[in-house]
């Protein structure tokens, strides 16, 4: 059941992702660093390491979230009570995860891309490529 749950967000998100609440990277700052919210980098480990990431920033890859969940999982048990603020290149990746984890009743905003982070001068960090 909670497979078919999933699919028909992911199925929908396109539509209910412009219902999530957007926050600008300073706001997401901020929460993150009031201990209110976690940041979350949904793009996956090959763009982590071409561009880096926001400093604060957890890496849980949309493919994980899409598939298993191995990584989500976890991460979703230990910060319940907390706002999950998601970011991608673009924020449509992060629309979509948002909207299905706003499905499952998590609170979530959209930080929109990578990019809107760093034009803001906040602090990023390096990422290394894993090896195959």
Request: aromatic letters at 8%.
């Amino acid at each position: 059941m909670n497979k078919f749950v999933l699919f028909f967000a992911m199925l929908f998100s396109s539509a209910l992702a412009k219902d999530i609440p957007k926050v600008t990277p300073q706001s997401a700052a901020q929460l993150v660093a009031d201990g209110k919210a976690v940041l979350v980098d949904v793009r996956e480990p090959a763009e982590w390491a071409e561009t880096g990431v926001a400093a604060p920033a957890v890496l849980l890859p949309k493919s994980d979230f899409d598939g298993a969940q191995k990584l989500w999982k976890e991460f979703l048990a230990q910060t319940t009570g907390k706002e999950v603020i998601l970011y991608c290149r673009s924020g449509k990746r992060a629309g979509m995860v948002g909207a299905a984890l706003a499905a499952q009743g998590v609170n979530v905003a959209n930080a929109g891309g990578f990019s809107d982070w760093e034009s803001a001068g906040l602090p990023t960090r390096k990422v290394e490529a894993k090896k195959p």
